[in-house]
């Protein structure tokens, strides 16, 4: 059990030290999952939006679907978009394998329906009772809409929250599209599983909790968001 | 009260188009630097290689003398040939002679060129409970089956594991895929090991892994090596450019530069330097 002791050790003397490898891994995460949650938050706010708010023909299919996605193992959407990105692929001219972009790709794939979803159930829950409101107090269609994305921003926070932790710890879809290449695309998942695989156990403790403060900081962040808004 | 509400969803606003702007930027920023990866080499390449260290301290010496940069994936030999076939990298290196003789064939790659070798061991309980201690490797694994001792397979189609299944055949042995005692672990080299100590069983291991194992478990390893120097347990790595027949996307000239650096006498040289934990890995055998 020393090497979890030797992991604590270890993660302050790299986060000290400002150990290069680690900083391009903590780079390398946080490029992919930033480009990643803002893609994801730009298509899937809306869309949740839509299936939350309007009722229509197939409503409960698609509902059904979204929720389906949000168990798509990250393996298997590694090898898909692979498919879709390698040289022979139907995107292969786009250079985009073994590249953050590429990664990132992956990760809207799996961040999508997270957003989808808890938006939508955030728009549906709140949308009775002030749908009522709102037409009591005599306002237009537009402004009932505005209104209730309005309402419904801590539910759109929370569904962010929710997405980037998943964003931030994947493994399968950084490993598979971003080919684990140091100084490029080796992610701190990725390094981890490196570490692991070679014996490296207290570097992999060390780097895990790495990965835990930053997601520690960005929460907080958040958290200070929504004491604000 | 109103005016604070305005200002709240500006703020908010705000927010959501710094991060959509962060993200526009990081596109663009990443496009630049695709368009300098063209000028790079890639190679995929195996866990062995890159796990041991001996890419990272052979390779600033090529890039020094070339000035070709160059990336590298580690991962399965099995992966490793299919990145080539799919055109994803320039030149592989890799060990697994059967198999690179047939992606050879199929055109995939070209001037397959031998630059090193390693070797795989037989390890296991210190015990010994199959008795299989400084037999030939076919009496070894005959023996293994007869005893029914666990042994544990990478089952990953890895170099290692296409080594072991050439053994059990030259064993005259079926490949005991159904018994019980044969484990399949689907994972890495260390990890595989880890599971056999677990298990008290025996595994196929290449030499360098069990190295650092041994290393690690600080003078009391739960697996010793058992069986070693036997010939079929030379481990051949090669170099293979992929075709670019096949491929016309690869950069085929860097990656012919790579293949005559790596059997020339700089890099043979300082293959046959490197140590790791004090002992030597590879043997360097390109033909002159």
């Not at chain 1, 590429?102 to 799996?110: D, K």
């Not at chain 1, 490029?184 to 156990?201: D, N, P, Q, V």
Request: some cysteine.
């Amino acid at each position: 059990m020393d090497f979890i002791q030797d992991g604590f050790i270890q993660a302050f003397a790299l986060l000290l030290n400002r150990d290069p490898a680690t900083y391009s891994a903590i780079s390398a995460t946080l490029r992919a999952s930033g480009l990643a949650m803002a893609a994801s938050l730009l298509l899937g706010i809306p869309l949740g939006y839509l299936l939350g708010y309007f009722d229509f023909r197939l409503k409960k299919q698609i509902r059904i679907i979204v929720d389906t996605l949000l168990s798509l193992p990250t393996v298997f959407i590694g090898l898909v978009i692979y498919a879709l990105l390698t040289r022979n692929g139907p995107l292969g001219e786009a250079g985009l394998l073994f590249t953050i972009p590429g990664i990132a790709i992956g990760q809207v794939i799996l961040s999508l329906p997270i957003i989808i979803a808890l938006t939508a159930t955030a728009v549906e829950a709140a949308d009775n009772k002030l749908h009522i409101t709102l037409m009591s107090l005599g306002a237009n269609r537009r402004q009932i809409a505005a209104s209730t994305l309005w309402e419904v921003r801590l539910g759109i926070l929370a569904a962010a929250v929710t997405a980037t932790g998943r964003v931030l710890t994947e493994v399968g879809i950084s490993l598979m599209i971003g080919g684990n290449i140091k100084w490029h695309t080796r992610t701190i998942t990725t390094a981890i599983a490196l570490e692991t695989s070679k014996g490296e156990f207290g570097m992999g403790i060390a780097l895990g909790l790495v990965l835990l403060l930053i997601a520690l900081t960005v929460n907080i962040s958040l958290a200070g968001l929504r004491r604000r808004i | 009260m109103e005016k604070k509400e305005v200002f709240r969803k500006i703020e908010f606003i705000l927010v959501f188009s710094i991060t959509a702007l962060s993200g526009a930027i990081f596109f663009a920023a990443q496009d630049s630097k695709a368009a300098e990866e063209g000028a790079t080499l890639l190679m995929a390449t195996t866990t062995s290689t890159d796990n041991t260290g001996l890419l990272e301290y052979l390779m600033p010496a090529f890039t020094e003398k070339t000035g070709i940069d160059i990336k590298w994936i580690s991962t399965g030999t099995g992966k490793a040939l299919k990145l080539g076939e799919n055109c994803d990298v320039d030149v592989l290196l890799v060990h697994a002679p059967q198999a690179e003789i047939d992606f050879v064939d199929k055109g995939f790659g070209i001037d397959r060129r031998e630059i090193m070798y390693n070797d795989f061991v037989l390890i296991g309980p210190p015990e010994d409970p199959a008795h299989i201690k400084g037999k030939k490797v076919s009496e070894a694994l005959q023996a293994i089956g007869s005893s029914s001792n666990v042994f544990v397979s990478r089952g990953d189609e890895s170099g290692t594991h296409k080594m072991e299944r050439t053994l059990w055949k030259l064993a005259d042995m079926q490949i005991p895929e159904q018994e019980t005692w044969y484990r399949q672990s689907g994972q890495g080299m260390l990890p595989t090991i880890n599971v056999a100590g677990e298990l008290q069983g025996y595994t196929l291991t290449d030499h360098g892994t069990y190295i650092k194992y041994e290393s690690a478990a600080e003078g009391k390893p739960s697996l010793v090596i058992l069986v070693e120097g036997d010939a079929v347990l030379l481990n051949q790595y090669s170099v293979i450019p992929v075709n670019p027949k096949h491929c016309s996307n690869v950069k085929h000239e860097k990656a012919q530069t790579l293949s005559n650096w790596m059997s020339g006498e700089e890099a043979q040289r300082l293959i046959g330097e490197f140590k790791l934990l004090g002992k030597q890995l590879f043997t360097p055998n390109a033909a002159r």
